[in-house]
């Protein structure tokens, strides 16, 4: 392995024997790696503070023995995003970002596209003046548009009747076939999604354009609550797997399922 030098956030990290840890980066360069971090929990000055979740750091790692994990040689602070840390709400949307781009990213695939936009969502989240739903929004929205698996939000994924008309002002949400259905196709669920035609429209501007300008935008409590049922859904189920931290998430918020 060629030296690796980057920018990276800390999405994962677990304990392997009594003094390592093995971390799960997102790379700025090389997309997601994982590493060994020798002796990472016995040493008070190598890697002190450094290895937080969420964090970004500026790493160098290098080849390790054999076929095992590249090594963490050095790893320096860049931005502790700190705040997120002391909110267990704010824990559990940085952690579930970070699962679903764990779950998504294969090993070593550049995405610098996706690593800015999970770089502004936490830095969103550390400064805590935008709302950590609506940057929960922002981010599956933009992550299911680079993953390939963007809803169809245009028009009914049955009968292909436009949204502007459709009667009345809700669609149900069919999210085996990706995207908005009618009433007529898709009768209502009590338990089911579903999204007002005011919440569909805010859903395609944040999912494009300038990220700060995407982040500004308001969402009443009713449209929050319904994207993030449909998003809750949606993304777990095109990305192949329910990932264990929205149990947690949906928990703490207790309003949602």
């Given at each position: 392995m060629t030296p690796l030098a980057t920018s990276a956030i800390l999405l994962r990290r677990r304990d392997y024997g009594d003094y390592d840890l093995i971390v799960t980066f997102f790379t700025q360069s090389q997309?997601?790696?994982?590493?060994?971090?020798?002796a990472a929990k016995k040493s008070a000055r190598r890697f002190a503070g450094v290895l937080e979740l969420f964090s970004e750091v500026d790493i160098i790692a290098t080849s390790g023995r054999r076929s095992g994990l590249p090594v963490l040689q050095e790893a320096a602070l860049k931005h502790p995003f700190a705040q997120i840390r002391v909110l267990p709400t704010r824990i559990a949307y940085a952690s579930?970002?970070?699962?679903?781009?764990?779950v998504w990213m294969?090993?070593?695939?550049?995405?610098?596209?996706?690593?800015?936009?999970?770089?502004?969502?936490?830095?969103?989240?550390?400064q805590g003046v935008t709302s950590e739903a609506v940057l929960s929004v922002l981010f599956q929205m933009r992550l299911l548009r680079i993953s390939g698996h963007?809803?169809?939000?245009?028009?009914?994924?049955i009968c292909r009747k436009a949204v502007d008309a459709v009667r009345p002002n809700v669609l149900g949400v069919d999210v085996a076939k990706g995207g908005i259905a009618c009433l007529g196709c898709l009768p209502p669920s009590p338990d089911g999604p579903h999204l007002s035609k005011g919440t569909i429209k805010q859903l395609?501007?944040?999912?494009?354009?300038?990220?700060?300008?995407?982040?500004?935008?308001?969402?009443s409590p009713v449209a929050i609550s319904e994207a993030l049922r449909f998003l809750e859904s949606f993304v777990p189920y095109h990305l192949g797997r329910q990932p264990r931290s929205l149990g947690v998430l949906r928990q703490l918020r207790g309003s949602l399922p």
């Open positions: 997309g997601k790696v994982t590493l060994m971090a020798k579930y970002w970070s699962e679903l781009v764990d294969e090993d070593r695939v550049t995405q610098t596209e996706l690593y800015r936009l999970l770089l502004h969502v936490l830095r969103e989240l550390d963007s809803p169809n939000l245009k028009l009914c994924g395609q501007w944040i999912a494009d354009g300038d990220l700060p300008r995407a982040t500004r935008i308001r969402f």
